[in-house]
């Protein structure tokens, strides 16, 4: 507390310039004594002092003058730079000079051997051990200031990884920040001609080297990654082998961010989870996306939630006549207006409507009303334990709520029906996924009912990174509370995209679908839970177990260790683009699935919850109950058939 106390009243304490300029006239009378001194080899004898008085009046006069001139006691000792070195040489030798050629003017060019003549000689000598005094002087203060500043400030060891201009940025950026006490250690590059090597005193190191020598020795130890232009692969590929180590590893800000050619330490960010889960961006195109929604009228279900929003926010870009927001979620859907009531264009027309998606008489009147050409259908539940608790919520809104849509749809003439599944939709294991699987199987058999012109498409991709209630947001609350960190089993895994992506797939689905078609996303690698859990915790600064513990809590109702975007009677066709597949999906016919969803909603209003999830379980053969009280009707389906 004293220390804290103590840095913040004199840290920001600086020495007047007037004392500064007073410090630097005594060095003119110290520089030009000893001059004199040395010019009459230390015989006192031989110094009149009454004319040392006036030679050094006269020089003093030319210092004073010249210090004032360029300013020379005017910047900070403690941040003293070559900068200000040079200023200094200046000063002085405008100074020497000024009395130099005073005196040979009095001594040669008026004849006069007066008190106003200095000894060039002592002079000369002035010259040097006045600049050599008041250059070190400085320099020695300000090193003298950051050594003791230095004991009340945290250390912290740095690698700065890549040894070229970005790198020596940093170095330079990072050594003159007063917040912390950084050591810097070394560099590491890949450049086999700069390891071994040193800059400005600093060594350069392989990667392996540096593991061995540093990073297994050195506890608390930092990582900037100072590449400009990285790539995604090479800042996961640099950030995996650090971040197993425990290291937290750290990037410098994208170019276009920094202020005037140059950042600031304050810019240096830790890595985020997402940069090490997502990909390199996949490139869409935008120009048919563009030519399909401009100057369309688009509708969109679930408006308010993660990937709705944000398909509201691509769409609004795109320029179309007018767009209609619906969602029950009264306060995400004021949120999502107010935010682009700035921002939307001025010939796009805006509507917004809280409104229950079953509810049939109110969809209509808002379709027929504005008759969009598109519709997006984001709106569904899709949290799995709570789904698993609430079957009757998790049919009427994701099988019912898409059946009222879609025949609106139909019915309406509109162009395009998207609707954005699930990769839990393939093999369900939980009733969230199984009704996302029977709304896709609804909206897909509507596609070869006559006289419907409406193409009905579905999107399935993975988890959404940052959406409300994944695992990123999750963890991050559970660290911020000190931990522990809960995963459901060691070898659980998921596959991850960003939310832009899901979303430029929604819509690249929109416009290149001719109706029937699922479209599956090439979502990459899993990846591993606990090790998402692990690296999350080393991002935060902490380490794993000792300040954060993770704790397995088993798997919830309905989860899967394993995602999958394809079932064991799907296989994919080719599309456009090498990243977007067509899943070839059995499609049952409307009739047959017209008839389903009927005795689903007798059901839902006279029969209980073990008959609705027997019925799905019939619909759907592949559903499989895991980690559920709904397992025991898989034991009695095999019962039975024995």
Same mark, same amino acid.
């Given at each position: 507390?004293?220390?804290?106390?103590?840095?913040?009243?004199?840290?920001?304490?600086?020495?007047?310039?007037?004392?500064?300029?007073?410090?630097?006239?005594?060095?003119?009378?110290?520089?030009?004594?000893?001059?004199?001194?040395?010019?009459?080899?230390? /015989?006192? !004898?031989? +110094?009149?002092?009454? $004319?040392?008085?006036?030679?050094?009046? =006269?020089?003093? &006069? *030319?210092? %004073?003058?010249?210090?004032?001139?360029?300013?020379?006691?005017?910047?900070?000792? /403690?941040? !003293?730079? +070559?900068?200000?070195? $040079?200023?200094?040489?200046?000063?002085? =030798?405008?100074? &020497? *000079?000024? %009395?130099?050629?005073?005196?040979?003017?009095?001594?040669?060019?008026?004849?006069?051997?007066?008190?106003?003549?200095?000894?060039?000689?002592?002079?000369?000598?002035?010259? =040097?051990?006045?600049? *050599?005094?008041?250059?070190?002087?400085?320099?020695?203060?300000?090193?003298?200031?950051?050594?003791?500043?230095?004991?009340?400030?945290?250390?912290?060891?740095?690698?700065?990884?890549?040894?070229?201009?970005?790198?020596?940025?940093?170095?330079?950026?990072?050594?003159?920040?007063?917040?912390?006490?950084?050591?810097?250690?070394?560099?590491?590059?890949?450049?086999?001609?700069?390891?071994?090597?040193?800059?400005?005193?600093?060594?350069?190191?392989?990667?392996?080297?540096?593991?061995?020598?540093?990073?297994?020795?050195?506890?608390?130890?930092?990582?900037?990654?100072?590449?400009?232009?990285?790539?995604?692969?090479?800042?996961?590929?640099?950030?995996?082998?650090?971040?197993?180590?425990?290291?937290?590893?750290?990037?410098?800000?994208?170019?276009?961010?920094?202020?005037?050619?140059?950042?600031?330490?304050?810019?240096?960010?830790?890595?985020?989870?997402?940069?090490?889960?997502?990909?390199?961006?996949?490139?869409?195109?935008?120009?048919?996306?563009?030519?399909?929604?401009?100057?369309?009228?688009?509708?969109?279900?679930?408006?308010?939630?993660?990937?709705?929003?944000?398909?509201?926010?691509?769409?609004?870009?795109?320029?179309?006549?007018?767009?209609?927001?619906?969602?029950?979620?009264?306060?995400?859907?004021?949120?999502?207006?107010?935010?682009?009531?700035?921002?939307?264009?001025?010939?796009?027309?805006?509507?917004?409507?809280?409104?229950?998606?079953?509810?049939?008489?109110?969809?209509?009147?808002?379709?027929?009303?504005?008759?969009?050409?598109?519709?997006?259908?984001?709106?569904?539940?899709?949290?799995?334990?709570l789904m698993e608790s609430n079957p009757y919520e998790a049919v009427r809104i994701n099988v019912l709520g898409t059946k009222v849509l879609a025949e609106l749809a139909a019915e309406f003439n509109v162009d395009r029906f998207v609707m954005v599944s699930t990769d839990k939709a393939v093999n369900p294991t939980n009733v969230m996924g199984a009704t996302k699987r029977l709304a896709e199987m609804y909206t897909q058999s509507m596609n070869d009912l006559e006289g419907v012109s409406t193409k009905f498409i579905a999107t399935r991709f993975g988890n959404v990174l940052g959406s409300s209630g994944s695992v990123i947001?999750?963890?991050?609350?559970?660290?911020?509370?000190?931990?522990?960190?809960?995963?459901?089993?060691?070898?659980?895994?998921?596959?991850?995209?960003?939310?832009?992506?899901?979303?430029?797939?929604?819509?690249?689905?929109?416009?290149?679908?001719?109706?029937?078609?699922?479209?599956?996303?090439?979502?990459?690698?899993?990846?591993?839970?606990?090790?998402?859990?692990?690296?999350?915790?080393?991002?935060?600064?902490?380490?794993?177990?000792?300040?954060?513990?993770?704790?397995?809590?088993?798997?919830?109702?309905?989860?899967?260790?394993?995602?999958?975007?394809?079932?064991?009677?799907?296989?994919?066709?080719?599309?456009?683009?090498?990243?977007?597949?067509?899943?070839?999906?059995?499609?049952?016919?409307?009739?047959?699935?017209?008839?389903?969803?009927?005795?689903?909603?007798?059901?839902?209003?006279?029969?209980?919850?073990?008959?609705?999830?027997?019925?799905?379980?019939?619909?759907?053969?592949?559903?499989?109950?895991?980690?559920?009280?709904?397992?025991?009707?898989?034991?009695?389906?095999?019962?039975?058939?024995?």
């Open positions: 507390m004293a220390q804290s106390i103590f840095l913040s009243k004199y840290s920001n304490t600086f020495l007047s310039r007037w004392l500064v300029f007073a410090f630097d006239l005594g060095i003119v009378a110290f520089s030009f004594s000893v001059a004199t001194l040395l010019r009459m080899n230390f /015989r006192f !004898t031989d +110094i009149d002092f009454h $004319v040392f008085k006036y030679h050094f009046l =006269f020089l003093i &006069t *030319f210092r %004073a003058l010249s210090f004032i001139y360029f300013q020379s006691y005017t910047g900070i000792i /403690r941040h !003293t730079s +070559i900068e200000d070195a $040079v200023i200094i040489l200046k000063a002085v =030798f405008t100074g &020497t *000079f000024l %009395a130099t050629m005073l005196s040979l003017v009095v001594r040669y060019y008026y004849n006069l051997d007066t008190l106003l003549y200095v000894p060039l000689s002592i002079l000369l000598i002035d010259f =040097f051990i006045c600049l *050599f005094l008041m250059v070190s002087l400085r320099f020695w203060v300000k090193s003298f200031y950051e050594s003791f500043m230095r004991q009340f400030k945290p250390s912290v060891g740095i690698l700065i990884y890549g040894a070229g201009y970005t790198g020596m940025l940093t170095k330079n950026v990072i050594q003159n920040d007063r917040s912390i006490n950084y050591t810097i250690l070394g560099f590491i590059d890949d450049n086999e001609s700069k390891i071994g090597k040193t800059i400005e005193g600093i060594r350069v190191y392989s990667l392996s080297e540096a593991l061995e020598k540093l990073v297994d020795k050195t506890d608390g130890l930092e990582v900037i990654m100072a590449i400009n232009n990285i790539s995604l692969k090479v800042k996961k590929r640099i950030s995996d082998v650090f971040l197993d180590r425990g290291v937290i590893v750290k990037i410098l800000p994208p170019v276009d961010k920094w202020v005037g050619g140059e950042f600031a330490v304050n810019q240096i960010h830790n890595v985020k989870i997402e940069d090490l889960l997502g990909r390199d961006v996949i490139q869409m195109n935008n120009k048919q996306v563009g030519e399909q929604l401009f100057s369309k009228t688009i509708l969109v279900t679930g408006a308010a939630g993660s990937i709705g929003s944000e398909i509201v926010r691509q769409l609004v870009s795109y320029l179309p006549a007018s767009i209609i927001l619906i969602d029950q979620a009264e306060s995400g859907l004021f949120d999502l207006e107010f935010e682009l009531s700035s921002t939307i264009p001025a010939n796009t027309k805006m509507s917004v409507y809280v409104a229950d998606i079953t509810d049939q008489k109110r969809m209509k009147r808002i379709i027929s009303a504005h008759k969009p050409n598109f519709i997006f259908h984001a709106a569904a539940y899709k949290h799995v334990p947001p999750l963890f991050r609350k559970q660290i911020e509370r000190g931990g522990p960190v809960t995963v459901t089993h060691p070898d659980i895994t998921r596959y991850f995209m960003t939310i832009p992506e899901a979303c430029e797939l929604v819509l690249e689905a929109a416009t290149m679908g001719n109706g029937g078609e699922v479209f599956v996303f090439d979502m990459g690698d899993s990846v591993k839970i606990i090790d998402l859990a692990r690296k999350m915790i080393t991002l935060s600064g902490l380490r794993v177990d000792r300040d954060i513990e993770i704790k397995f809590t088993g798997l919830r109702p309905g989860e899967k260790l394993y995602e999958e975007l394809l079932n064991n009677n799907e296989n994919t066709l080719p599309t456009h683009h090498p990243k977007i597949l067509i899943a070839k999906v059995n499609t049952p016919s409307y009739s047959y699935m017209d008839i389903q969803c009927q005795d689903l909603e007798q059901i839902l209003e006279f029969g209980t919850t073990t008959e609705l999830v027997t019925k799905i379980k019939d619909i759907i053969p592949e559903y499989k109950s895991n980690n559920s009280v709904f397992e025991q009707l898989d034991k009695s389906s095999i019962r039975s058939k024995g």
